[in-house]
C-alpha cells in the first residue's frame, strides 16, 4: 500500500497564545507545521526550539511577506495542506475613541493580511485540496451594536465575508475555508478584559474557554471529519452572546 504524505500546515500568529496552541494540536496529530512570528521576543526564541527550522519571521501585512514565507515552505516540504491564520489585533474601544489610525490598524491586521494569505496559498492548497482556518470572534455573525470593541468586530465581519466568498470560490477546486469565532479565553497574552473574572461569569457555561478548545476546534476544520463543512462560522464561546 502507498504510504499517506504527512500533511503540512502553516499556522501564523503562532509565537504564542490561540495560535501557539493550534500549532501544537495540529503538531501533536503528526502534521509538520510551519510557524511565524512577527516581531523577535523570547517566545519566537521558544518557538524556534520547539519547530525547528520551521519557524519564519514574517509581517503578514506584507505580501512580498507572505510569498516569502509560502515559498519557503514548500521548497522545503513540497507541499501545504493547512494554513491557519491566527492573527487579528484587537483594540478596546468606543468608536469616538477608537481614532481612524486604529480602524486602518485593525482592517489591515485582520483582513488585509487574510487578503494577502488566501493569494499566496491558493496555489498550493488548490494543489493539495487544503483547508483554510480564519479567526474571528465570539457574535460575529450579529450585526448587534457593539459598545467597546466596534471597530474591531467590524473588522472580523468583513474577514467572515471575505471567508465564505473564498470558501464559494475555492470549493470547485477542492479547498474549504471556514472561521472559528472564540469567545471569551484567558491566557497569557490576552487582553485585560479577557482576564476579568467578573466576565467570565456572565458566560452561559459558567466558565471562560481554554486554549486547546479553540485548538481542538481548529484541528477539527484541518481534518478529514469536516470533509463537507465549509463556508461555516463555528463558534467556541460557550454561549457567549448568545
Not at 497574552?189 to 471562560?208: C, E, F, I, K, N
Request: include cysteine; charged fraction near 20%; hydrophobic fraction near 45%.
Amino acid at each position: 500500500m502507498q504510504a499517506v504524505a504527512q500533511r503540512v500546515a502553516l499556522v501564523t500568529g503562532s509565537a504564542r497564545g490561540l495560535g501557539l496552541a493550534c500549532a501544537r494540536r495540529l503538531a501533536s496529530e503528526g502534521v509538520r507545521v510551519h510557524a511565524t512570528y512577527r516581531s523577535p521576543t523570547p517566545e519566537s526564541e521558544a518557538l524556534e526550539r520547539e519547530f525547528p527550522g520551521r519557524v519564519h519571521a514574517a509581517d503578514l501585512e506584507r505580501a512580498e511577506d507572505w510569498k516569502r514565507v509560502v515559498d519557503a515552505v514548500l521548497a522545503s516540504e513540497g507541499r501545504l495542506d493547512h494554513l491557519v491564520h491566527a492573527v487579528g489585533e484587537y483594540v478596546r474601544a468606543p468608536l469616538h475613541a477608537t481614532g481612524a489610525a486604529n480602524l486602518r490598524r485593525l482592517l489591515s491586521n485582520n483582513v488585509e493580511s487574510a487578503f494577502h494569505g488566501i493569494e499566496a496559498t491558493r496555489a498550493a492548497l488548490r494543489s493539495s485540496r487544503g483547508s483554510v482556518v480564519l479567526f474571528g470572534c465570539a457574535g460575529v455573525e450579529t450585526t448587534r451594536a457593539r459598545r467597546e470593541a466596534a471597530a474591531y468586530v467590524a473588522a472580523k465581519s468583513a474577514l467572515v465575508v471575505l471567508a465564505r466568498s473564498w470558501a464559494l470560490e475555492e470549493a470547485p477546486h477542492g479547498v474549504r475555508i471556514n472561521v472559528v469565532a472564540p469567545g471569551v479565553v484567558p491566557h497569557e497574552h490576552a487582553s485585560a478584559d479577557t482576564l476579568d473574572p467578573s466576565l467570565w461569569q456572565r458566560v452561559p457555561m459558567g466558565r471562560p474557554g481554554e486554549p486547546r478548545e479553540v485548538a481542538d476546534a481548529v484541528a477539527f476544520l484541518c481534518s478529514s471529519s469536516s470533509s463537507y463543512v465549509t463556508g461555516t462560522v463555528l463558534e467556541v464561546a460557550g454561549g457567549w452572546l448568545l
